[in-house]
């Protein structure tokens, strides 16, 4: 079992960032891979970046050079550094981690609001 917390969220104006961190109950590093979604009103949950136990990230074209997935490992956590806020990247993200053999594990989920 894998608990998952994510915090960070808020509203911010165009331009800004923000910094999301999902702490997980488990050592992160054993975990095949971490992902961050989201997903907006009336949208389909969307995957916005990854990063595998090897550390390799990958991430959504839309957020490419803005957002920057990492592993913290003295807090056992997951961020997503996320700069250049625009207006689209509103919704509620979440934090999804992968173990082999289990289904996936979810957090609570954190609204990100992006308007002036």
């Known amino acids: 079992q894998v608990q998952l917390v994510e915090s960070g969220g808020g509203l911010v104006q165009p331009g800004e960032s923000l910094r999301l961190s999902c702490a997980a109950s488990?050592?992160?590093?054993?975990?095949?891979?971490m992902r961050w979604y989201r997903q907006a009103p009336g949208k389909e949950r969307e995957l916005v970046a990854s990063?595998?136990?090897?550390?390799?990230?990958d991430y959504a074209d839309s957020v490419k050079g803005r957002f920057s997935i990492s592993r913290d490992g003295a807090a056992n956590a997951v961020s997503l550094q996320m700069n250049s806020l625009k207006p689209e990247d509103t919704a509620v993200y979440f934090c999804?981690?992968?173990?082999?053999?289990?289904?996936?594990?979810w957090g609570q989920g954190t609204q990100v609001t992006v308007s002036s």
């Open positions: 990063i595998s136990i090897g550390g390799i990230t």
């Open positions: 999804n981690a992968l173990r082999p053999n289990q289904h996936p594990y």
């Open positions: 488990i050592n992160i590093y054993s975990i095949a891979s």
